[in-house]
């Protein structure tokens, strides 16, 4: 099935320690999200790509990189984590142009605890 | 700046009974209103969107620009609507782009 597919689904860092998250599609979508979402918080936009094109949210820590290397994946990565970056971590997908207003495909998440 | 808020973070009904799950937003344009679920042990996904017009599982939701209200309905409920629900707004007048949602209302329909 097509599909917005995490890795890893649970992830362990240490406070300070880099870490990686990250989400592939096979939808074929040209804009991809992500989303962090606190314990009993709403998700929260973080920064999307549409195609190559990076748009940051202004609020968004510049701890918080991402990179785009084909369609397909999309990283998150967290240069410094601190303990308040604890969080899950949802991917999302969307396709630009639909004749019905945008759906976004969300992936199942990854749960990330710093240590 | 655009805002959505779900004033009740916990909603128990029983089946049968009907459900009304608030949203009002704040957006100073033409907004895009969505409802977005999920259930237990799955990935969050869309419900229905305001411009749709649709039923999705008995739900509806109709879009009051006056009162910036965005409600989600079922007349009966059944125990298998039991989940986490989202409202969620975008601004901005394109077909993609920023979601920003409510803090969720979790819906118990006891049997």
């Known amino acids: 099935d097509a599909m917005v597919i995490q890795n890893p689904r649970y992830q362990v860092t240490q406070f300070g320690k880099p870490v990686t998250l990250s989400c592939s599609q096979t939808l074929n979508h040209n804009v991809m999200y992500w989303y962090q979402q606190k314990s009993s918080q709403a998700p929260k936009l973080l920064f999307h790509y549409y195609d190559k094109d990076f748009n940051n949210e202004a609020d968004t820590p510049d701890n918080f990189q991402s990179r785009r290397p084909n369609t397909s994946f999309c990283f998150l990565d967290i240069r410094s984590p601190g303990l308040g970056d604890a969080a899950m971590y949802l991917c999302?997908?969307?396709?630009?142009?639909?004749?019905?207003?945008?759906?976004?495909?969300f992936g199942p998440g990854t749960r990330l605890t710093v240590l | 700046a655009q805002r959505v808020t779900q004033p009740e973070k916990l909603l128990s009904v029983f089946k049968g009974a009907p459900v009304e799950l608030k949203c009002n937003y704040s957006?100073?344009?033409?907004?895009?209103l969505f409802w977005y679920v999920q259930y237990s042990r799955q990935r969050l996904q869309l419900l229905l969107r305001h411009i749709s017009r649709e039923s999705i599982k008995g739900f509806t939701a109709d879009l009051n620009k006056g009162e910036t209200s965005f409600h989600l309905k079922k007349p009966f409920a059944q125990e298998e609507d039991s989940a986490m629900y989202y409202c969620?707004?975008?601004?901005?007048?394109?077909?993609?782009?920023?979601?920003?949602f409510g803090q969720g209302t979790i819906l118990t329909v006891h049997p």
């Open positions: 999302a997908t969307s396709r630009d142009g639909a004749v019905d207003y945008n759906e976004q495909f």
């Open positions: 969620a707004l975008k601004g901005g007048g394109t077909s993609y782009g920023k979601l920003t």
């Open positions: 957006y100073s344009g033409s907004p895009e």
